[in-house]
């Protein structure tokens, strides 16, 4: 069992990971991959049909592991995402529509954890890469082979995504930030839905 002091240091690494220095705000639909890596969330949420998934999520940065839950609903036009810690509390709830981004984020959650961040993280390993790719910038770009898909620049590799199945939602999926050495594991389930 992780004692407080341990999940507060993960928590820390988590939000180094995820946070961007800026003197400035930024725009609610404005992300990052990478601390180094804009990316700008896509102005329809979702466009497939209906679904909801249920993931279990895992960080690995150095000696430290993180697990977190997510709930991730997903309707023409909108997306909802709650993150849950592994003792059912909400860290991170999340709407998304066509005309807002509306994040409640818990007291208890470092406030450099950006919740845009985590949203695009999910993006681009879960949406149909050609809508996922737009949100790059034009100095990165997407490549995907079978079940890996890569984000690069022309002169390095900076997220590699690998899927163990035909559907993402329905499978484990890996994120390694290779350039930083953080390692996410998702394993996905559809709800209502075996494999």
Not at 25 to 40: E, G, K, V
Not at 127 to 138: N, Q
Not at 140 to 160: F, P, W
Request: glycine share 6%.
């Amino acid at each position: 069992m992780m004692n407080i002091g341990k999940t507060l240091n993960i928590m820390l690494v988590l939000s180094g990971f995820l946070s961007v220095v800026s003197c400035a705000p930024l725009p609610s639909r404005t992300a990052h991959i990478d601390r180094d890596l804009p990316y700008a969330l896509p102005k329809k949420p979702w466009t497939g049909p209906g679904l909801t998934a249920i993931q279990q999520v895992e960080l690995l940065y150095e000696e430290a592991v993180f697990h977190l839950q997510a709930v991730v609903d997903l309707q023409p036009g909108s997306v909802k995402i709650v993150l849950l810690n592994f003792a059912g509390n909400r860290a991170i709830d999340i709407l998304w529509t066509e005309d807002k981004l509306d994040i409640a984020q818990a007291k208890w959650v470092p406030e450099t954890v950006r919740a845009q961040d985590i949203l695009a993280q999910i993006v681009v390993a879960f949406w149909p890469a050609p809508i996922a790719e737009k949100g790059l910038p034009s100095t990165a770009k997407m490549k995907q082979h079978k079940s890996v898909r890569k984000i690069m620049t022309e002169t390095e590799t900076l997220v590699v995504i690998s899927y163990d199945g035909d559907n993402p939602w329905n499978s484990t999926t890996q994120i390694d930030h290779v350039k930083r050495g953080v390692y996410l594991k998702i394993k996905s389930s559809l709800a209502g839905v075996s494999e």
